[in-house]
Nanobody
Framework: QVQLVESGGGLVQAGRSLRLSCAASGSIFSINAMAWYRQHPGKQRELVARITAGGSTHYADSVKGRFTISRDNAKNTGYLQMNSLKPEDTAVYYC???????????????WGQGTQVTVSS
């Protein structure tokens, strides 16, 4: 069994920072791309940032210059550093990773359970 567990969410004032973590565990052969998505109430889940196994990154326009995605391959962990937070960043944040499992070497699109980020004005 492979799972992703997010941590680091919470309540913060506008302009402050938070760092989200996403730890993968289980029988992992390799992790390809990792990404963070968010979902505002009543809206579809949207991509926030993505990082490839080689470290190439992509950001949504709404977070460019404020958020930074990174990963520690030795720890099978991804991070999302969120600076200059705005009330509109309030959402449930989900970690996503393309994980190859030891059991069959197939790649599975894996999701975490989500963590709430609330930014007060």
């Amino acid at each position: 069994q492979v799972q992703l567990v997010e941590s680091g969410g919470g309540l913060v004032q506008a302009g402050r920072s938070l760092r989200l973590s996403c730890a993968a565990s289980g029988s992992i052969f390799s992790i390809n791309a990792m990404a963070w998505y968010r979902q505002h109430p009543g809206k579809q889940r949207e991509l926030v940032a993505r990082i490839t196994a080689g470290g190439s990154t992509h950001y949504a326009d709404s977070v460019k210059g404020r958020f930074t995605i990174s990963r520690d391959n030795a720890k099978n962990t991804g991070y999302l550093q969120m600076n200059s937070l705005k009330p509109e960043d309030t959402a449930v944040y989900y970690c996503n990773a393309e994980i190859s499992r030891v059991s069959d070497l197939r790649t599975y699109d894996t999701w975490g359970q989500g963590t709430q980020v609330t930014v007060s004005s």
